[in-house]
C-alpha cells in the first residue's frame, strides 16, 4: 500500500530504502507550463517502464483547436482502467478526476521566472515545430496569453493545486520539487536503484 504523505519539504527524495519502486505504476506529473512536465515524463517512462499519457494530446486538436467534453471524458476513462501509466499536465479541471487514481504525484513547483525562461528558450528552439508530448499538428508558437498563464500561476493555479491536492490525492505519496537541481537528485538516485536493483524494474515492466 501507498504511504501517506502530504507535501514533502523540497530535498526528501524517494531512494530505494523508502517506499518500493514497484510502487509507482499510476504516475501524475504536474506544474506550471515551462516546469518540463513531458520532458521528465518521457525519462521516466524508459526507466520505470510506464507508458505515458499526454493530457494535452487528448484535451487539443490539430491547430490548438479546444477538444470537446467527449474527448475530456475519454481521457478520464483512459485513466481510471489502465493499471499502469505516466499522465503529464496540469489542467486544473480534471485534476479532482485523476488524482484518485494515482498513487505517486511529482509536482515541479519551480518559479514563475524559472518557468517564464524556460518556455521562452523551448519557443526559440522548437517554433513552428510540434514539441514532444504536444498534440499533433500543434506547433510550438508564441502565445502571449501562454505567458501570462505561467507568470500568473502561483497566485492563480497554484492554490486550487495545493487544494486539490489535498482533497483528492491524501493516499499519494507526493515528491515536491522547487528546481531542476532536486529533480535530477532525485532521477539519478533512480538510474542508480535501477543499476543496484534491475530486477525491480524489471518486474515492475513485465507486471505493466
Known sequence: MVQNCSIRPAGRFLTIDGPPLGEINRLAIIGSGGAGKS??????AKLL????????QWLWKPGWVPASD???DNLLREVGTRRRWIVDGDHLQTQPSRFPF????IYLDYSRYRCLSRALRRYLTTRNRVKSGAPSGCNERFKLGHFKWIFSYPTSHRPQVLRNLQQFAGHCRLLTFKNPSQLDRFVGELRA???KHP???AAQ????
Do not use: K, M
Open 39 to 44: 520532458t521528465l515524463a518521457l525519462e521516466l
Open 49 to 56: 517502464g510506464l507508458p505515458i499519457i499526454h493530457i494535452d
Open 70 to 72: 467527449d474527448d475530456r
Open 102 to 105: 494515482a498513487d505517486t504525484i
Open 193 to 195: 536503484a535501477q543499476r
Open 199 to 201: 530486477s525491480r524494474l
Open 205 to 208: 515492466r513485465i507486471g505493466g
